[in-house]
């Protein structure tokens, strides 16, 4: 273990984000190959099984973690974890932000068809979405989109850029045509 | 008072009776007929308000004129149906649109599956929260302080030797001498018995009209002058105290 390694174990312990390699190297003033050994090094030693705080890449950067076999011990400390279960409309809204967002709340229930306030409220508390300026139609609406606690409660390693691609997850060309044709006839019955 | 922002105008209509900002989110949820709002009578209570107000914020009144501006165009599309450009889409259309609404509600709530099976995948996941206890971005380059005396000295030294005397000889001076203004109103009194402050300083920059504003003031003070001005920022208009005068305030 190098000075170094225990300046950044120190950085990543005391920070409540992510730090990414640039922010590291620059408060530890050290160069970023320097502080990506570390990382590794301390990676390896806070890995899952071998140490109660586990190495995360998450959200562009790394961050500490409770280790996946104590989460469920831990979970008593905290009140109110961000990561308590979500409801369908909380993980919809939750989609429909952190792949459209920013968006405000007459805008999130547009796509969803329902109103989007309740949940909207819920993830706020829990910390997953945020206020994120306003909007320039009228009435100004608040602006929301996910935030840091989204990226680590999911595992994206890169933030927003670790969510699959909407095609990917959309349903096929073939099934939407059918349902279009389908929707056709119905309209041309009702002429 | 500050403009009222138009959120909080209270409204007591014969449809509505309560906030602005509730109106606006009963219409919206389409729970308010927005073709039976009065928007007219909003705009008399708003303009009641205002006028109740001493300055105007032009922000929170543009904020009103946007907001109105928008209900009136919504209205007025519902109450005449049939315009150019809001033609009822025929029924293929409609079938259309609705297809392509239904496969984007469709992908999101694949990207919520997505998210709910990445979480069910990961378990729980906790860290720390709560704000950073992180000091702002150091400054580059700041000095750190030392715990070598010698360095304490230097650092003394280099306070204590005096600063650069700056020149400032390319500088014009400019100097707009009070007794100035004090000649050239006594001699304006003089000629015309009355004059218009604006008219007298009209011209001249900042600092001139500050100046001269400082003599009117000291010309109030020795008795000379009687100033009035009807409202605020109107004229001022400056008077001589003629001896008359003099002697009814002496008596």
């Given at each position: 273990m190098t000075e170094l390694t225990?300046?950044?174990?120190?950085?990543?312990?005391?920070?409540?984000?992510?730090?990414?390699?640039?922010?590291?190297?620059?408060?530890?003033?050290?160069?970023?190959?320097?502080?990506?050994?570390?990382?590794?090094?301390?990676?390896?030693?806070?890995?899952?099984?071998?140490?109660?705080?586990?190495?995360?890449?998450?959200?562009?950067?790394y961050g500490l973690r409770a280790a996946a076999s104590t989460t469920d011990v831990c979970a008593r400390l905290v009140a109110r974890s961000p990561d308590r279960p979500l409801s369908q409309a909380a993980l919809e809204t939750l989609a429909v932000i952190a792949y459209a967002g920013p968006l405000s709340r007459p805008e999130i229930t547009r796509v969803r068809g329902v109103s989007a306030d309740g949940a909207v409220a819920g993830l706020v508390d829990r910390g997953l979405i945020e206020e994120a300026?306003?909007?320039?139609?009228?009435?100004?609406?608040?602006?929301?989109?996910?935030?840091?606690?989204?990226?680590?409660?999911?595992?994206?390693?890169?933030?927003?850029?670790?969510?699959?691609s909407i095609e990917s997850l959309a349903p096929d060309e073939a099934r939407s045509d059918a349902l279009r044709e389908r929707l056709a006839v119905v309209a041309a019955e009702r002429g | 008072m500050a403009t009222p922002s138009v959120f909080s105008l209270e409204l007591d209509l014969d449809l509505f009776a309560g906030p602005f900002d509730l109106l606006l989110a009963l219409v919206l949820r389409d729970e308010v007929d927005l073709a039976e709002v009065p928007v007219a009578e909003v705009c008399v209570a708003y303009l009641e308000r205002l006028g109740a107000t001493s300055d105007l914020d032009l922000e929170a009144a543009t904020e009103f004129l946007v907001l109105v501006a928008a209900l009136v165009e919504m209205k007025s599309r519902l109450l005449i149906p049939g315009a150019e450009d809001d033609e009822p889409l025929d029924a293929l259309e409609a079938a259309d649109e609705l297809a392509a609404r239904l496969a984007e509600y469709a992908r999101i709530r694949a990207a919520a599956a997505w998210l709910g099976d990445r979480r069910h995948d990961l378990g729980r996941r906790l860290f720390r929260v709560g704000p950073a206890p992180l000091a702002a971005p150091r400054p580059p380059d700041r000095e750190v302080m030392s715990s070598d005396p010698a360095a304490l000295a230097?650092?003394?030294?280099?306070?204590?030797?005096?600063?650069?005397?700056?020149?400032?000889?390319?500088?014009?001076?400019?100097?707009?001498?009070?007794r100035d203004f004090l000649a050239r109103f006594r001699r304006l009194l003089d000629e015309r018995g009355s004059f218009t402050f604006d008219d007298a300083v009209s011209g001249l920059d900042r600092m001139g009209i500050a100046v001269a504003f400082w003599a009117l003031l000291d010309l109030y003070r020795r008795g000379e002058v009687l100033l009035a001005q009807p409202e605020a920022f109107a004229a001022i208009e400056v008077a001589a105290v003629t001896a008359s005068f003099r002697r009814e305030a002496v008596a």
């Open positions: 225990h300046v950044v174990e120190a950085l990543l312990f005391i920070a409540s984000e992510p730090l990414t390699v640039a922010e590291l190297a620059e408060v530890a003033a050290a160069p970023p190959e320097r502080v990506e050994r570390a990382l590794d090094a301390l990676a390896e030693r806070h890995a899952e099984g071998r140490s109660g705080v586990v190495v995360e890449r998450v959200a562009g950067g300026g306003r909007g320039g139609t009228p009435g100004a609406p608040v602006l929301y989109c996910t935030t840091t606690v989204f990226d680590r409660v999911f595992g994206l390693e890169e933030g927003l850029a670790s969510l699959p | 230097a650092a003394i030294t280099r306070l204590l030797r005096p600063a650069l005397a700056v020149d400032l000889s390319h500088l014009p001076r400019r100097l707009v001498p009070v």
